[in-house]
């Protein structure tokens, strides 16, 4: 089971700090990401890390997010600085029992999502 949690309203150039609480297993071997959605467009792959705790992030982001995750995997984090309007979103955080987050990973385990709003 995961649940993320941390959204809300900020203006452009704030911060905000997403968790995703895993529950049900030991999720240090899994893979785990953030994804967004937004009305009427498909859900968005923001970032992922590995079981290695190597890091990706969709282009739109390098810079400004981090994923990171506690030794147990089971608090998956998403820090998002200089926010803006285009972040504007439903963010939510999926796992699947393999090492490496791989292009095109399905994510057998997806929570439900948290809204974050940015205002400009």
Known sequence: HLEASGGGSV??????????????????NYCMAWFRQTSGKEREWVAAIDSDVRTRYVDSVKGRFTISKDGSGNTLSLQ???LKPDDTAMY???????????????YEYR?????VTVSS
Do not use: F, K
Not at 92 to 106: F, K, M
Not at 111 to 115: D, K, R, V
């Open 11 to 28: 203006q452009t150039g704030e911060s905000l700090r997403l968790s995703c609480a895993a529950s049900g297993d030991t999720y240090s």
């Open 80 to 82: 998002m600085n200089s």
């Open 92 to 106: 939510s955080c999926a796992a699947d029992h393999v090492p490496i987050c791989g292009y095109g990973l399905s």
């Open 111 to 115: 929570g439900q999502g948290t809204q």
